[in-house]
T-cell receptor, first 116, second 118 residues
Framework: DSGVTQTPKHLITATGQRVTLRCSPRSGDLSVYWYQQSLDQGLQFLIHYYNGEERAKGNILERFSAQQFPDLHSELNLSSLELGDSALYFCASSKGSSGGFQETQYFGPGTRLLVL | AQKVTQAQTEISVVEKEDVTLDCVYETRDTTYYLFWYKQPPSGELVFLIR??????QNEISGRYSWNFQKSTSSFNFTITASQVVDSAVYFC???????????????FGKGTMLLVSP
């Protein structure tokens, strides 16, 4: 158990809908990262938040957005869903004290999204 | 740009065999970090090891060992006396500092699926 929690574990929805994925980082971690894992693209970085502020963006679609709240939990919002958005979405956290590339990221169990 | 290549898509071995998973990376930085993660069939990503670019000492942890060779840009992972529970997808990842933001992200390889049969 990494200490990172994600809800829900599974989500089934229809095209065009909007969903929210939730992540709670490990106790004391200030940085939260979101990744998407799909069969064709592999593990892709989406976005990084540090202590409530956006720090880096990866291959995140405009239909997707995220935020980190004062209690440090984070939410990933996916809207106007398409079939191709079906994937496993991971949240990871790290201490974030240096914001650095040297930090180990610990991953949550993931949310499996199926868009029908 | 950074890139991580795991050329072995799938490896099948019989229990107790030794197996090596290859990882080759590309980076222009002199300071970077390399990681290995394990993804068992249950789906979670489990951290195994972190290595910085200045530490080329091999590391051993139980049946696991890692060989980092900067000269060949490789960070290979060996499992000795494999067990059925080692069956998983293993990912190698690279982290380097972004000149733009000062922060960084992990770039993952495509992963190697290891199947250990009894």
């Amino acid at each position: 158990d990494s200490g990172v929690t994600q809800t829900p574990k599974h989500l089934i929805t229809a095209t065009g809908q909007r969903v929210t994925l939730r992540c709670s980082p490990r106790s004391g971690d200030l940085s939260v990262y979101w990744y998407q894992q799909s069969l064709d693209q592999g593990l892709q970085f989406l976005i990084h938040y540090y202590n409530g502020e956006e720090r880096a963006k990866g291959n995140i679609l405009e239909r997707f957005s995220a935020q980190q709240f004062p209690d440090l939990h984070s939410e990933l919002n996916l809207s106007s869903l398409e079939l191709g958005d079906s994937a496993l979405y991971f949240c990871a956290s790290s201490k974030g004290s240096s914001g650095g590339f040297q930090e180990t990221q610990y991953f949550g169990p993931g949310t499996r999204l199926l868009v029908l | 740009a950074q890139k991580v290549t795991q050329a072995q898509t799938e490896i099948s071995v019989v229990e107790k065999e030794d197996v090596t998973l290859d990882c080759v990376y590309e980076t222009r930085d002199t300071t970077y970090y390399l990681f290995w993660y394990k993804q068992p069939p249950s789906g979670e990503l489990v951290f195994l090891i972190r290595r910085n670019s200045f530490d080329e000492q091999n590391e051993i942890s139980g049946r696991y060992s890692w060989n980092f060779q900067k000269s060949t840009s490789s960070f290979n992972f060996t499992i000795t006396a494999s067990q059925v529970v080692d069956s998983a997808v293993y990912f190698c990842a690279l982290s380097e500092e972004s000149l733009r933001s000062g922060y960084s992200t992990l770039t993952f390889g495509k992963g190697t699926m290891l199947l250990v049969s009894p």
